[in-house]
């Protein structure tokens, strides 16, 4: 069987094998802003390069519920608790719908859904670098809400015009609610900014803790930073728009101001707005770490990953029981 991960992570030369003619006619389709169907035909590196982004979104959506359902039995009041736990669903939510956008194109391999979960438990699919990080503090539930969140706006609404129909459609309502999600954290971190001295501290704390894991959010700038890029090719193929660099800029850009306002800081002597060539100026993140923390050793990766695989085997019985196939046992 064809393994997409042994493949996907290298992107192959789009022309090798594809009929010239039908490349021609999906490139033209392609920039008169047409959407690209499941059942389409489509090159090979379009297929896989999607099925890398796509899965890799699902998956995190998944394992990114984790880190605020820790914070469900310990959230501070009755209204607190409906609204992580609300989240905590929709999170879930979006993953299957795009495990399933995911599903279509794995079928020409003979693949399933579950084979990217069982990916994931081999730790041959990544997941997003901030989901393997701690949720330390009540805090910290926030910060993901407002920040996480956000940048998640940022990076999604980026590719809502995706030239690849079901993701694009996927997108329109995730990014939907996405918008609740970030207000959510937001309405946490209002409370802990005018709160008191403690709450303050504990908020200051929580945003130096995730500043790095923020800005490693959209990636690498480019291929030298970390060894690898494909933006170049999300971009020729129009999934999505701005380059990881532009998309941490337009970060930088709303959040700074916010961040200030609130009478908080970032852990960076160096930051500061070059006006000439209007960009941030920041400290990069460390990109060794981010590599160890993408390869499942991050500060709680492996916890996650059990946890993910204790629920997998708990609810075995409910995919037996809606698709009683040998693929679902
Ligand atoms: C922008 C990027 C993340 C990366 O751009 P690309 O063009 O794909 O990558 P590029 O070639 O530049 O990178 C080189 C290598 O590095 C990898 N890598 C890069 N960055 C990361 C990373 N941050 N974490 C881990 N790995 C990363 C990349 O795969 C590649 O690996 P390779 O060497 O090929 O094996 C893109 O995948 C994207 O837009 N994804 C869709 C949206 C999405 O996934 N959203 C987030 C989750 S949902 C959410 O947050 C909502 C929520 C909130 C709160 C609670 C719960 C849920």
């Not at 706006?153 to 694009?168: E, F, R, V």
């Not at 409370?191 to 403690?198: F, I, M, Q, S, V």
């Amino acid at each position: 069987m064809y393994n997409f991960v042994e493949h996907g992570g290298k992107v192959t030369e789009n022309t090798a094998n594809e009929d010239p003619i039908l490349y021609e006619q999906f490139m033209a389709r392609i920039e008169a802003g047409e959407k690209i169907e499941a059942d389409d035909w489509m090159p090979e590196e379009y297929r896989q390069t999607l099925i890398k982004l796509i899965s890799m979104h699902g998956i995190s959506e998944i394992m990114g519920a984790l880190p605020e359902k820790e914070w469900t039995p310990k959230a501070p009041t009755l209204k607190r608790k409906l609204g992580i736990m609300a989240k905590v669903q929709d999170e879930m939510g979006h993953g299957q719908l795009l495990l399933r956008v995911a599903e279509d194109l794995l079928k020409p391999y003979g693949k399933q859904r579950e084979d990217l979960m069982h990916d994931l438990l081999k730790g041959d699919l990544k997941f997003h670098n901030v989901f393997h990080m701690n949720t330390k503090t009540w805090a910290d539930a926030g910060v993901v809400g407002w920040l996480v969140d956000g940048a998640a706006i940022i990076s999604q609404t980026n590719m809502l015009d995706a030239s690849y129909g079901p993701y694009q459609r996927a997108l329109q309502r995730i990014c939907a609610e996405e918008v609740f999600h970030a207000q959510h954290g937001e309405a946490i971190i209002m409370a802990l900014a005018e709160g008191t001295e403690e709450q303050r501290n504990m908020l200051q704390e929580a945003v130096n803790r995730w500043w790095p894991a923020l800005l490693m959010f959209f990636g690498p700038g480019s291929a030298s930073t970390t060894g690898s890029s494909k933006q170049e090719v999300t971009t020729k193929y129009k999934i999505r728009k701005s380059s990881n660099e532009e998309l941490r800029q337009a970060f930088l850009d709303k959040y700074l101001p916010r961040v200030f306002s609130l009478g908080l800081t970032v852990p960076d002597d160096t930051l500061h707005y070059n006006e000439e060539e209007k960009h941030w100026v920041y400290q990069q993140p460390d990109w060794n770490e981010f590599k160890q923390i993408i390869g499942n050793n991050g500060p709680r990766s492996k916890e996650r990953l059990r946890l993910r695989e204790i629920a997998y085997e708990n609810n075995r019985w409910v995919r037996q029981a809606l698709a009683p196939s040998p693929a679902y046992s």
